[in-house]
């Protein structure tokens, strides 16, 4: 069939095109958007509506709630012979779509948060509250532990060994061999 004399597509959720040369793909593929893809039509209808000199121009409708409209679209058919061949395999058309918000569909979103779909629903659990808390807890618990490791005025010790081969702990600013803080008591080890 000539691409440029095809009048209409009619593209089925569910059904896979018709293949010669390649793998056959769903007519239908959803690429996202902002209303995501969770209400794929089932049935699409796509009219031919001129020929730019390189390729047909689709308008495609669907019954979509009024929330939704189709954004970008691009009508895919597998060439009978090669690729970009003018004349196609019957039933090889697909459809690539991004489902977009209309402006009612995103006044709703901004003023409910949420569709009646599913797709956008916040959702609160006593578990968020209760994460809320851990993540809390686990960040103070970091910050203690940086306080501790790098910001107290506590010295590292280090180990040295004697003759005997036993080692013992000697606090480091003995190995420096600057004097004792005030307050020490050179019997205590």
Not at 28 to 41: D, E, F, K, R
Not at 161 to 177: E, K, L, N, T, Y
Request: glycine letters at 10%; hydrophobic letters at 30%; aromatic letters at 12%.
């Amino acid at each position: 069939v000539l691409l440029r004399e095809v009048q209409a597509l009619t593209l089925h959720r569910g059904q896979y095109t018709t293949s010669r040369r390649t793998a056959s793909v769903p007519q239908l593929q959803c690429m996202g958007g902002t209303a995501g893809c969770s209400h794929i039509p089932e049935v699409v209808q796509c009219y031919n509506k001129g020929w730019d000199g390189y390729d047909v121009q689709w308008q495609c409708k669907a019954d979509l709630i009024n929330t939704y409209r189709f954004g970008r679209i691009e009508v895919s058919c597998e060439g009978y012979d090669y690729p970009n061949d003018p004349y196609i395999l019957r039933g090889s058309c697909s459809l690539l779509f991004r489902l977009e918000l209309t402006e009612e569909g995103e006044r709703k979103m901004k003023n409910t948060g949420s569709f009646g779909s599913g797709y956008y629903q916040s959702r609160t659990d006593s578990s968020d509250s209760g994460s809320g808390a851990v993540v809390i807890i686990v960040l103070l618990a970091l910050a203690f532990g940086v306080y501790k490791l790098f910001l107290s005025n506590q010295q590292p010790q280090q180990s040295f060994g004697d003759s005997d081969g036993f080692r013992f702990a000697r606090p480091f600013w003995q190995s420096q061999q600057a004097p004792p803080p005030p307050g020490f008591k050179s019997s205590f080890t």
